[in-house]
């Protein structure tokens, strides 16, 4: 029986693109109930919103060491419909075009690439969570995106961001 974990994730940009930073929050309960927990957050200097996003998805899915069930809440509609409503299998399908006239290249796919990858392993269950609302976990999320994404002295580069629009 696959272990049962919930995800948090969220993204943060100051300026789009700008410096950015991700956050997430894994929890697990063990069978004798005891609660375990691990926070993530990285920042970088040039990056977007939606990157930072999908970014967030994938750290948590890699840390995670064994397959497992994973109850993903994430504020980002992009990355939610993206995953759920079939838009990256599309895109996929599609040669990484977002259109049959393949006028329009899909954006971060270096990003869903990995996020396909990281996932592919556990069930993943994406849901969405309005964002700087109720749920302590999401704001804990942004605040430590938020946190890394202001630190200059933290910042890293992101090696895949290009001067594309995402």
């Known amino acids: 029986m696959m272990k049962r974990v919930t995800v948090y994730t969220d993204g943060s940009c100051k300026g789009n693109p700008g410096p950015g930073g991700y956050g997430v929050v894994l929890r697990y309960t063990a ?11 990285a920042g970088y200097r040039l990056t977007t919103n939606n990157r930072m996003e999908i970014l967030a998805a994938v750290i948590a899915l890699e840390a995670l060491k064994v397959p497992c069930e994973v109850d993903l ?9 993206a995953m759920n409503e079939g838009w990256v299998d ?3 399908r599609l040669g990484w075009y977002r259109d049959a006239k393949r006028r329009e290249k899909a954006k971060n796919v270096d990003l869903w690439q990995r996020l396909e990858n990281a996932a592919a392993r556990h069930q993943v269950r994406y849901t969405w969570v309005k964002g700087h609302a109720e749920n302590a976990f999401n704001n804990r999320c942004d605040e430590l995106a938020q946190t890394v994404a202001s630190d200059p002295d933290h910042l890293q580069e992101d090696p895949e961001y290009s001067s594309q629009e995402t």
């Open 31 to 41: 069978e004798d109930g005891q609660t375990y927990e691990k926070e993530l957050s």
């Open 73 to 81: 809440y994430s504020d980002s509609q992009y990355l939610v419909n």
């Open 90 to 92: 599309k895109w996929k």
